[in-house]
């Protein structure tokens, strides 16, 4: 192969490939996150999210091969964050309650956000689930589960709440995760007009009643340990996605 077949990493014309790119990808997922948004997961196609874009069918599946990935694009950048916030608590030291806390109704906020994009996601994530009959891989890259991986950062810190004798040992890390980001994912299905403090007042009440019962046990009869006085979520301004 001749020298000059090989772009130098510094050629204007390898730069201009590589943010013509750029530009291409954010379109698509900006044209994925407003499709989803609207039309729902059965409804959108991505011939659809292609037209959005003002591209090519083939241009969008050269850059997501399928509408899998296409969500679990769009939606992984609402949850990483959380990833990143459970690594720092548990490295300071964090009480892992109030860490669990946080986590939960961060969570329940996205959800009711991006509520339409959430239903999108969950279907995906459903139908995947089925296709492959099994937990996610992390070795496929092509699995909305590992593209958003919504239960990671409860999973990180419910283990380290475990090992340091925080939490109970059972159920484990992976199943209550898992448990409570199916029943968040299910009520912002089921429960569209659910304020985002509510329902994490229900998915704290169910997570640290296998994990830290006395939370609850010790608390008066008509008492909401987890009840928000300050109104703080409903706050939180709405879109229609």
Not at 42 to 63: I, K, L
Request: with cysteine; aromatic share 4%; proline share 7%.
């Amino acid at each position: 192969m001749a020298a000059s077949d090989l772009a130098e990493p510094d050629d204007p014309r390898a730069r201009a490939a590589r943010t013509k790119r750029d530009r291409t990808r954010r379109a698509l997922l900006d044209a994925a996150d407003a499709t989803f948004g609207s039309r729902g997961w059965a409804d959108t196609r991505m011939e659809d999210v292609a037209a959005a874009a003002g591209v090519s069918a083939a241009t969008a599946y050269n850059h997501f091969p399928s509408k899998h990935v296409l969500v679990g694009s769009v939606y992984g950048p609402l949850v990483r964050p959380l990833l990143s916030e459970a690594e720092r608590d548990i490295a300071a030291g964090r009480p892992v309650v109030d860490a669990l806390t946080d986590q939960i109704r961060a969570l329940a906020r996205i959800s009711q956000r991006y509520r339409k994009l959430t239903a999108s996601f969950w279907s995906a994530v459903e139908e995947y689930t089925i296709k492959v009959s099994g937990p996610p891989d992390t070795a496929d890259d092509g699995d909305p589960r590992t593209l958003a991986p919504v239960p990671t950062p409860l999973r990180i810190l419910i283990e380290h709440g475990q090992q340091t004798g925080q939490l109970r040992p059972f159920p484990s890390a992976l199943d209550v995760s898992g448990m409570i980001v199916n029943l968040l994912l299910l009520r912002s299905i089921n429960r569209k007009e659910e304020p985002a403090d509510v329902t994490a007042e229900l998915l704290l009440t169910v997570l640290f009643g296998m994990l830290r019962p006395e939370l609850l046990a010790n608390a008066d009869n008509d008492e909401r340990p987890f009840r928000r006085t300050d109104c703080a979520d409903r706050r939180v301004p709405l879109d229609d996605r």
